[in-house]
């Protein structure tokens, strides 16, 4: 098993992190399932991490996670595991489930991720199908994969309170498709089980009540091992009423830069680490690595260029950016041949079934790889990615992946928290339909 190796003069921080970790995992493992006790995991994830060396966070949680086709293939057994036991606990008397796609039909890449998790479905034992939301979908469509697969989409078809297609009545909705532009008018109000819930999209969910949910459960973890929580968790600020076509909002924007900069700063000298402190200004909603921008120094979100005002003021879906989060800038010092590497955690329900590293050859450490012109590189999950290697030493790749399953799992309980509020807001909410709490 190989991982990226980090420079010299970095690597022994995390190195300590990850013997705290190592050292305290049986009662990290009696933690997590005393918090899944409580609390319902999501049906599946995907985590962003960055490790500095000095630093190994999460940056980013995606509850429609889109690159199943990116895992090493020989975990299938492991994927299929955990999603029979999600299967068992959400839903066990389901047979049928109805995969609800992004509208991707042309990034075949896409497509691919759906297929491979319609295939863990299936061998979990459920009959799938996939239901387009697209209107020129009007029957059933086969789309040929650059693997040699393919793909069959249907119409979806409204009865009543369900939906389903033509000649399949699914007992159980998995969507994977983040519905950035709202809930659409066919799946609102349904009956049957939606996986995750549809008011955890993008249109109504955000970035900074994840991360605040995550601030709670990293200071519980750290607590937990003797550690400070800083180095499991960057700092974060928002900015409400933003409109960067306007300019309106730069003053908040610049004003959380200057004290995030600030407080990085001053744990850097702590720390002894001679870098220079960045944030991460992006959406508080949305993704696929849009809306995102380094910044430096408080002056740089301050009269913006019309390209830079462009580029901050939509994600995906065209939707515009009405709020934005500043968050502290992790270096990603790993790398995978000439490209700057951050590993991508994947889970289903409570289990790490894999990743793999996003790379890109045209971005920096301080920059965001999500973007145009990324790969990826698997990860390396050959073994094992639940087991830690206590014998292994500095720089174990055993040790190494089991830190990084941990900080996405904690992320995952995050999720689970942020999911929680968002229900309960609902049901507080006037005239909300209990209905809504399971399709919204």
């Known amino acids: 098993m190989h991982i990226p190796q980090l420079p010299s003069g970095l690597a022994q921080p995390v190195v300590r992190l990850e013997e705290s970790i190592v050292r305290s995992q049986s009662g990290i493992e009696h933690w997590f399932r005393s918090q899944w006790q409580e609390h319902e995991v999501p049906f599946y994830a995907s985590v962003d991490l960055r490790n500095s060396g000095f630093k190994l966070a999460p940056v980013d949680t995606n509850l ?59 061998l979990a034992g459920m009959n799938v199908r996939i239901g387009s939301l697209l209107p020129e979908v009007t029957a059933p469509t086969e789309v040929a994969l650059p693997d040699g697969g393919k793909l069959v989409l249907e119409p979806l078809v409204r009865s009543g309170n369900r939906v389903g297609l033509a000649d399949f009545d699914p007992c159980v909705i998995l969507l994977n498709n983040d519905l950035s532009g709202g809930v659409p008018p066919i799946l609102k109000g349904l009956e049957q089980q939606v996986l995750p819930p549809m008011f955890a999209g993008w249109f109504a969910r955000r970035k900074s009540r ?62 002894g680490i001679e870098r220079d402190p960045f944030v991460i200004v992006k959406a508080d909603a949305g993704t696929y690595g849009m809306g995102i921008m380094t910044v430096k120094d408080p002056a740089d979100v301050r009269g913006l260029n019309r390209k830079q005002r462009n580029k901050m003021s939509v ?11 500043v968050q502290e800038g992790v270096y990603t010092f790993e790398s995978v041949g000439e490209a700057v590497a951050e590993p ?19 971005r920096g450490p301080d920059e965001n790889l999500n973007a145009p012109g990324m790969g990826f590189a698997p990860l390396a999950f050959d073994v094992n990615c639940l087991l830690p290697n206590p014998e292994g030493g500095a720089g174990c790749a055993e040790n190494r992946l089991y830190a990084y399953g941990v ?25 909300a339909p209990a209905r809504h709490l399971v399709g919204a």
């Open 64 to 122: 429609f996670p889109g690159g199943f086709n990116n895992l090493n293939p020989d975990l299938m057994p492991v994927c299929v595991h955990a999603a029979m036991v999600a299967v068992q606990k959400l839903c066990p008397e389901a047979r049928g489930a109805l995969i609800i796609p992004e509208n991707h039909t042309r990034n075949l890449h896409y497509l691919k991720n759906v297929a491979a998790l319609a295939q863990i479905v299936k």
């Open 407 to 431: 900080i996405a799992r904690l992320a995952l309980l995050a999720a689970s928290l942020e999911i929680e509020g968002m229900a309960a807001d609902l049901e507080a909410a006037p005239a």
């Open 210 to 271: 994840h991360f605040a949910a995550y601030d709670r459960v990293a200071a519980q973890f750290a607590e937990l091992i003797d550690i400070d929580p800083w180095l499991i968790n960057p700092y974060f600020a928002t900015c409400g009423e933003i409109n960067f076509q306007e300019k309106q909002g730069e003053e908040c924007l610049a004003s959380h830069v200057e004290r995030i900069l600030g407080d990085i700063g001053r744990r850097y000298r702590e720390y």
């Open 315 to 325: 994600v995906k879906e065209g939707l515009n950016v009405t709020e934005a989060l």
């Open 344 to 362: 991508v955690i994947y889970m289903i329900d409570q289990f790490v079934v894999g990743g793999f590293y996003r790379v890109h050859t045209g």
